[in-house]
């Protein structure tokens, strides 16, 4: 497709009609063995290995290939989009579909926590380094790029503390010193934030958050920019890499409401998020659409859209403290994978996970994701939250 609006894509995307068959929705098609009808026509499909073939159940069906089209299909300018089955799958193998013994790798410091557990529990001892940068540098990053740098991975918003990085600056620095980009954009989505148009080589979603957004299945993807692909579907084959039909067909169905979805999330995380910001109690709100987050203003510059996922600085108390708000909150569950339906609300320490910079807070801190209840209820909720939090900091 080319042209539409993303609305029309999310829509339309993947649904061709050699793989629908006139069915609204791409159908489940469950598969190990394809049948060949001949062994010239074996020997012809062993050849080819070209996308969108009937092969080898790993290899895919029209489900699946359906759900990787719709997603290449909301980056202008890809050449495709590879499944995996699950984020971190995705970010382990986009990784080492560019990174190769010898290589250094600049990683920002306010990454995903298991995205630095790999650097260093898997890329270390392959002989592959990692340097951790500040998330605020811009174009200053060109001082850290040498000859060794093969790639610079950006998360923008960072994990936890939401700082955002001037993309376009990174991408021209890391271009000029011949570095291959990757981007974590599991918090914007391609709808808020189209890495590739911006330049971005790599562009990686936890689809098990908004794209699936109903909590119940984990995927993962990686969208490459011409030249990218390659390299990235070979590896993914190479390490096996294959996705349920079944999971691609939630993904599938999740992907068609992303973009209500998203904008009620935006909508309600900002009421609830200038609630809070307004509370004494809470020292900052992290929310990229909020002046006080870092980096607010690259927010304003390159993205459309906020999702629903933002962290709080309380004033003063301690974790007690923090846990009487939190757990006898009504609406809001603990846990950990955000972007379904629900509402949840976390206490997290990201000051333990920082290694080039340091983060500091004036309280405890606590990531909410907000669902698509009533805000009422929520702001209700918190509001009885944060009178327990007052009595428990004393
Ligand atoms: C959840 C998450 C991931 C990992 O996704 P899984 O599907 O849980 O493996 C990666 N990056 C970010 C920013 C996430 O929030």
Excluded at 149 to 170: C, H, K, N, Y
Excluded at 192 to 197: C, E, M, R
Excluded at 255 to 283: C, K, N, Y
Aim: net charge neutral; aromatic share 8%.
């Amino acid at each position: 497709m080319s042209g539409e609006r993303p609305d029309t894509r999310l829509v339309e995307g993947g649904r061709r009609p050699e793989w629908t068959q006139g069915v609204v929705n791409p159908p489940v098609w469950r598969a190990s063995t394809i049948l060949f009808d001949s062994c010239a026509a074996l020997a012809d499909a062993c050849r080819h290995n070209a996308d969108g073939g009937l092969f080898y159940g790993r290899r895919g069906t029209p489900t699946q290939w359906a759900l990787a089209d719709a997603l290449t299909g909301l980056e202008p300018g890809a050449e495709g989009t590879m499944l995996f089955p699950s984020g971190v799958a995705a970010i382990a193998v986009a990784l080492l579909s560019v990174l190769k013994p010898g290589d250094e790798l600049l990683m920002v410091d306010s990454v995903y926590e298991p995205t630095r557990a790999f650097c260093r529990q898997v890329l270390a001892p392959m002989g592959i380094s990692t340097r951790f940068y500040d998330p605020l540098l811009g174009g200053d990053i060109a001082a850290l790029l040498g000859p060794q740098t093969r790639a610079v991975f950006l998360e923008s918003p960072g994990s936890l503390t939401f700082e955002v990085q001037d993309i376009p600056a990174i991408v021209a620095a890391a271009r000029a010193a011949g570095a291959v980009t990757l981007l974590d954009n599991t918090w914007a989505t391609p709808l808020f934030l189209p890495a590739l148009a911006l330049g971005v080589d790599l562009s990686i979603l936890a689809c098990t958050k908004y794209v699936v957004g109903h909590s119940d299945a984990m995927l993962g993807a990686v969208t490459a920019a011409p030249g990218h692909y390659a390299a990235l579907r070979q590896t993914a084959q190479r390490f096996g890499q294959h996705v349920g039909p079944d999971d691609a067909a939630l993904g599938l169905r999740g992907l068609r409401t992303m973009g209500v979805r998203l904008r009620q999330h935006q909508a309600s995380g900002l009421a609830v998020a200038r609630w809070l910001a307004a509370r004494p109690e809470v020292a900052r709100v992290l929310h990229p659409a909020l002046p006080d987050c870092p980096g607010h203003a690259l927010w304003q510059r390159d993205f459309t859209g906020a999702s629903g996922l933002f962290s709080v600085v309380l004033a003063g108390g301690d974790a007690a403290a923090r846990a009487a708000l939190i757990d006898g909150l009504r609406h809001f569950g603990i846990g950990f994978s955000w972007g379904g339906y629900e509402s949840l609300a976390l206490p997290v320490d990201p000051a333990a996970l920082r290694s080039a910079t340091r983060w500091q807070a004036e309280g405890p801190v606590m990531r909410l994701h907000i669902g698509l209840e009533s805000v009422e209820d929520l702001i209700k909720d918190l509001e009885a939250g944060l009178a327990r939090f007052r009595a428990a900091r004393g």
